[in-house]
């Protein structure tokens, strides 16, 4: 079956470094692959969409790669802030339809002033 | 613009009592509708999705159940609760194939 990987563990980070978070996933061949960030009590919120012809997107602070041979997603938030700390999820569509998506348990990220 | 409302916030149920969650969608139609359950700590688990009124896909075989009466309304339901249901329930919506999910504010359902 699909699975998707993310670190378990929180990451702590201090104010303004680069925060990278990784996606592995196995067993399938995504047409696309998105981010979340889910706030504590909160529904996730959309932050961006690759699909697997692009290595690379950007959106402000964010920068998503995609290495469809590595099976692997890099999630970057430069310039961290405190207000970045939340938990981020990545998702790809496990079908050919297009509308089955299944979520990794994302990771907790801290950033300290 | 478009929104989706989700009731109620916080429900405390029996077990083996009944369940009714509604999802409404504003300023859209025709969206794929979802449903998703994340356990206390984990991800989110794809319960069931719908791409038309009446077309429903059963992701997890369990006691639960759903309905899309009309376009934008989709509905969770159970006849007899499970202390295994408790969780937080989510709805979202999407344009289409190969867009984002919107999800709604969610439902944090304790069966006790």
């Known amino acids: 079956s699909q699975k998707i990987e993310q670190n378990s563990e929180a990451l702590n980070i201090q104010e303004g470094k680069t925060a990278t978070l990784t996606c592995n996933y196995t067993?399938?061949?995504?047409?696309?692959l998105q981010w979340y960030r889910q706030d504590p009590g909160r529904g996730p919120v959309f932050l961006l969409l690759i699909r697997e012809n692009e290595k690379e997107k950007r959106k402000e602070r964010l920068k998503v790669t995609f290495d469809t041979t590595l099976k692997q997603s890099l999630f970057h938030i430069t310039a961290s802030q405190p207000a970045d700390s939340a938990t981020y999820l990545c998702?790809?569509?496990?079908?050919?339809?297009?509308?089955?998506?299944?979520f990794g348990a994302g990771t907790r990220l801290f950033v300290k002033a | 613009s478009q929104t989706i409302h989700q009731w109620p916030a916080t429900l405390v149920q029996p077990v083996g009592s009944p369940l009714s969650l509604e999802c409404t969608v504003e300023?859209?139609?025709?969206?794929?509708l979802y449903w998703y359950r994340q356990a206390a700590g984990r991800g989110l688990q794809l319960l069931f999705y719908s791409v038309g009124i009446g077309q429903i896909s059963s992701e997890v075989p369990q006691n639960l159940s759903a309905s899309r009466p009309q376009d934008r309304q989709f509905i969770l339901s159970s006849k007899k609760l499970l202390l295994s249901d408790s969780g937080f329930y989510l709805c979202a919506w999407s344009p289409g194939r190969i867009n984002e999910q919107f999800f709604g504010p969610g439902t944090r359902l304790t069966v006790l």
């Open positions: 300023g859209t139609s025709n969206p794929n």
């Open positions: 998702a790809l569509d496990v079908d050919t339809g297009g509308f089955k998506t299944i």
């Open positions: 067993n399938y061949s995504p047409a696309y």
